[in-house]
């Protein structure tokens, strides 16, 4: 069995003026460390932004093809789909590291901000594995494996 433990050693130390510590700012301080030591990372945020705008036969495409499927997936649970107008601009708390041009363009955000994209929509067969690998490479994204 494998215990795992923290072990801390405290030792009275004095100021720069040389006077002791006092008990209370040395239990602060060692509050402090195990709060830090001991508290879960907060999960990065990471969503898919799908830049879209009406009459784009791609967009059509893609949301006749992979839209349906897409939040069952474990790439749609790992990054749910946010979607935006081209003329409307970024959704509000996202920033693009470049404008949008074309649509459709998907864009990998993690805490808000652009990590990756891919522009066009080149049909289903290639879609969901430059997707995974853009997941892979730009979050901590670990597809299952059968």
Known sequence: MNNSHIQIRLYVSTTSIGEPMSLRALALFTLSAICLLTSPLR??????????Q???AYCMAWNDQIAPAYPNTDEGKHAP?????LREGPPENVT??????????FV?????SEV???EGYPGEDFFWPVLSNLLQEHTN???ETN
């Open 108 to 112: 990998v955000i993690v805490d808000g």
């Open 116 to 118: 990756a994209r891919l």
């Open 81 to 85: 789909l946010i979607r935006a107008d």
């Open 141 to 143: 994204y670990a597809p």
């Open 43 to 52: 999960a990065a945020e990471v969503n898919l932004v799908m830049v879209e």
């Open 54 to 56: 009406p009459g784009c």
């Open 96 to 105: 693009y590291a470049r404008r949008v041009r074309f649509t459709p363009t």
